[in-house]
């Protein structure tokens, strides 16, 4: 599933390619790619088509589109914000699940074998499609709340600050995280504390912070925390920078190119390659139905983890 670079590099593409135009068409091939928008694909197109999107947001892992008329003054988020504060009303919500894109494609293009929905503009200018091989994503209408001085999808409402937003909390995060009573990649998952991270990055910013996956949340020092977060924040930074990480055609950007940053892991999916810090080689064990990578010389498991 994207992470938080996959998907601000979707949204950096969305809010420059589509930010601003008014929808005057929208097209639903495949009822599940709006399962989640209860009153159906109808209603979806209906209530879409004379919107404005005024701006494309995030929180860690989720994304949206902020929706205006075309005639409202709505806040338009630029492209170097990873997180602002909209207006009221609707946004349009994406979750691109395992396979879901978002292209910008021109107007008469060949479709996509997986598209599932489309979006015409009154501009006349390339079209948004959403393409989905799996159908594990979607999108749906969401009211907008506000929460903590921001206006947030009601779905999103319960989901954290991620460590690139520029009013992250470290010290609260590292309270909380201390308090916990978990496996500390357990604790990286879990986007109420801290978003954005998934497998991928949790794996990195363990490795680069020398811990262990199941080493115990409440014994960790302040000093360990603060390492792993800002490990967190710098693997995920350069993960942007590069595109993302792509490990197969599924995860693209808007013009359907792969991020590179799989050329730069250290820990995640390198089973048996040399630990590029001591030599040893990568171990993966099973961790919730997934696996989790880690070098045992360098992140050595906690003596109560630790096989007889």
Not at 9 to 36: D, K
Not at 127 to 153: I, S
Not at 168 to 190: C, G, H, Q, W
Not at 212 to 226: E, F, I, M, N, Y
């Amino acid at each position: 599933m994207p992470e938080l670079p996959e998907v601000e590099v979707v949204r950096l593409g969305l809010q420059a390619h589509v930010a601003g135009r008014t929808i005057s068409h929208v097209e639903v091939l495949h009822p599940r790619a709006i399962r989640r928008h209860l009153p159906g694909a109808a209603d979806f197109a209906a209530r879409l088509v004379g919107q404005r999107m005024a701006g494309v947001r995030r929180r860690g892992k989720y994304l949206w589109v902020d929706l205006a008329g075309p005639t409202d003054a709505a806040h338009q988020v630029t492209a170097g914000e990873f997180a602002g504060t909209g207006g009221d009303g609707e946004a349009m919500l994406a979750h691109l699940g395992m396979s879901g894109q978002m292209l910008v494609q021109p107007v008469g293009a060949p479709d996509e074998k997986h598209l599932r929905v489309r979006f015409r503009f009154a501009d006349d200018g390339p079209e948004l499609r959403f393409v989905d091989q799996r159908t594990f994503g979607g999108l749906a209408l969401a009211e907008l709340v506000q929460v903590d001085g921001e206006h947030l999808p009601l779905p999103v409402a319960h989901i954290a600050r991620d460590p690139m937003d520029p009013r992250f909390d470290r010290d609260a995060v590292i309270r909380a995280l201390r308090a916990r009573r978990t496996e500390v990649k357990r604790a990286l998952l879990d986007q109420t504390l801290i978003s954005g991270v998934g497998n991928i990055y949790a794996d990195e910013a363990l490795w680069r912070s020398r811990l262990h996956w199941s080493r115990p949340t409440d014994r960790l020092t302040r000093a360990q925390c603060d390492t792993l977060i800002e490990a967190a924040s710098q693997v995920m930074g350069e993960a942007l920078r590069a595109g993302g990480t792509s490990f197969d055609a599924l995860y693209v950007n808007i013009n359907g190119q792969s991020g590179y940053f799989d050329r730069s892991l250290n820990a995640y999916g390198q089973e048996g390659q040399p630990c590029s810090r001591c030599g040893t080689p990568i171990r993966r064990e099973a961790f919730m139905n997934r696996s989790s990578f880690s070098c045992p010389r360098c992140q050595p498991p906690p003596r109560s983890a630790r096989p007889s």
